[in-house]
Nanobody, 125 residues
Framework: QVQLVESGGGLVQAGGSLRLSCVASGGSLSSYRMGWFRQIPGKEREFVAAISRSGTTYYVDSVKGRFTISRDNAKNMVYLQMNSLRPEDTAVYYC???????????????????WGQGTQVTVSS
């Protein structure tokens, strides 16, 4: 089992930027598809972005052009660069691993098996 720890969250004004980081231990992230999800209290966790083992990226429509997911396998880390942040981006953000290689399942959280504890992102208007 891979242990994941997210960091980089915080409070930012609308239009600002944050970079989230996710570091892994207990396994090599190069073996997995990596995903970022977010959750607002009282709502279901939603898919934000994913990156395949080969580097193909996927995004939910609401963040396309604003967020960028990347990975550094040598450092066992995954990042989420978030620009032009909006109040509706406020949530707890989680990173997760998936062994799936099926592109049709990138947004399905049931395909992800290791999760971090989350990092809070708050965007003020």
């Amino acid at each position: 089992q891979v242990q994941l720890v997210e960091s980089g969250g915080g409070l930012v004004q609308a239009g600002g930027s944050l970079r989230l980081s996710c570091v892994a231990s207990g396994g090599s992230l190069s073996s997995y598809r990596m995903g970022w999800f977010r959750q607002i209290p009282g709502k279901e966790r939603e898919f934000v972005a994913a990156i395949s083992r080969s580097g193909t990226t996927y995004y939910v429509d609401s963040v396309k052009g604003r967020f960028t997911i990347s990975r550094d396998n040598a450092k066992n880390m995954v990042y989420l660069q978030m620009n032009s942040l909006r109040p509706e981006d406020t949530a707890v953000y989680y990173c997760a691993t998936s062994r799936s290689t099926y592109s049709g399942s990138v947004s399905n959280q049931d395909e992800y098996h290791d999760w971090g504890q989350g990092t809070q992102v708050t965007v003020s208007s």
